[in-house]
Structure formats: structure tokens, C-alpha cells
């Protein structure tokens, strides 16, 4: 039972910046990697950038530079740093964690509601 709650998306104009909260809440054991993704109106969902539990970091290449995700392990949350936003990165944005589980020490995917990030020319 883990729920994973994503904040802090908005309307901002190009160049801005923002910054994205995701907070794991349950039985949760620890988090191995945890990511962000997100989904434009008629596209895929893809991979925005990643963490793994020891720290190491994946970037999509249109955001290299401009994101930076970081996590924190006794909040169970992870972020992501947006700045110099652009109109191409308007989309959803969701938060993925792989949640090893208290009681039976799985490990399962989750998956966040999803936080609108717009970004206005």
C-alpha cells in the first residue's frame, strides 16, 4: 500500500523555473530508483530523468542542463529542478518509484497522479 503524490506544477513563461515534489507515503522498506516522466497531449509518455538509490542520474537529452532531479531518503520524496523552461517541455509530469515493500520485501512500480507543467511563450 504506497502512494506516491506529485506537487508543484504550474503556468510559467519560457525562461522560468520550477521545481517538482514527489512524496512516497506506506510500507515502504526503502525506494530503489525513482524517475520522472512526462506525457504532452498526443505523445508517448518518456523519460525525463531517473535516480537510482545510490545517487547516480539519467537525463533526457532536451534537459540536460536545465533539469536537475535529487531525492531525499528520509522524506521518501524525490524532485526535479526545472529551470529555463521552455514551450516544448509543457506536459504532464508523473513520478515513478521502484518501492521494496515493508511486509514482504518486493519490490513493486508505482506510479504518481500526474502534475500539469505549462510553460507559456
Known amino acids: 500500500q504506497v502512494q506516491l503524490v506529485e506537487s508543484g506544477g504550474g503556468l510559467v513563461q519560457a525562461g522560468g523555473s520550477l521545481r517538482l515534489s514527489c512524496a512516497a507515503s506506506g510500507s515502504i522498506l526503502s525506494i530503489n530508483a525513482m524517475g520522472w516522466y512526462r506525457q504532452a497531449p498526443g505523445k508517448q509518455r518518456e523519460l525525463v530523468a531517473r535516480?537510482?538509490?545510490?545517487?547516480?542520474?539519467t537525463y533526457a537529452d532536451s534537459v540536460k542542463g536545465r533539469f536537475t532531479i535529487s531525492r531525499d531518503n528520509a522524506k521518501n520524496t524525490a524532485y526535479l529542478q526545472m529551470n529555463s523552461l521552455k514551450p516544448e517541455d509543457t506536459a504532464v509530469y508523473y513520478c515513478n518509484a521502484g518501492v521494496v515493500q515493508m511486509m514482504w520485501g518486493g519490490v513493486n512500480d508505482y506510479w504518481g497522479q500526474g502534475t500539469q507543467v505549462t510553460v507559456s511563450s
Open positions: 535516480i537510482t538509490s545510490i545517487g547516480s542520474t
